[in-house]
């Protein structure tokens, strides 16, 4: 899956070098020069992370970051800035950014910080292209198919490879719906009814057999969302 970054920075030079640097590294990108656009764009795409610098022609940095931060917690913001302060990389950190990158930067010193975040969300962890669901299942994530040792199988929708892999990739951890709806469905969870979540969770478990009363792959934790339980062995 390719990773979208959406640069907000009023420098066009800037943006444009930075753009460039990223899609040669593989990257997909968004533009923003104020701070406008950009939370038009983050509420409207929802992507995989933001570059954000401090100085803004509209409002600066920090108050899109607050506006982030409420709306999507777990989106992961990088500040960028010319001004390198103790307190105001101390402010970023504090408000929720995930790293602070003083300009002027290199391109290897921007990628490695970019690589070093993204390691840390789910999406952006080495995919698997299958996994063992125990009880002689397993997952193919390319075919988008669930298979078991007697021969029989599951076909499973893109949303459902979808949602099955992120619950995977937090295995272990419960997982809320309005996180579910921002990281799979890429939509502002304000709003959206949740019962989407619940309804593809109940289909997921009947393909990968776990429909039973008592699921024991993805298992409901009352007032905190679902978690994905790994096979014996994996992970």
Known sequence: MTRQILIVEDDVAIREGVRDALEGSGFACLEAEDATTAIELIHSTIPDLVLLDVVLPD????????????????????????????????????????????KPFSVSELLARIDAVLRRYPQNDMMRDRIDLGNNGQVDFVRKMVSWSS?????????????LWYLYSQRGRPVGRDELIERVWKLNPQGVHTRTIDVHVGRLREKIGDGGETPERIVTIRGRGYMFVAAEGDG
Do not use: N, W
């Open 151 to 163: 021969g029989q199988t599951a076909d499973l929708s893109e949303r459902e490879a979808d949602l």
């Open 59 to 102: 409002f600066d940095g920090f108050a899109v970051l607050q506006r982030v931060r409420e709306s999507h917690p777990s989106l992961p913001v990088i500040m960028l800035t010319a001004r390198g302060e103790e307190q105001l990389r101390v402010k970023g950190l504090r408000q929720g950014a995930d790293d602070y990158v003083v």
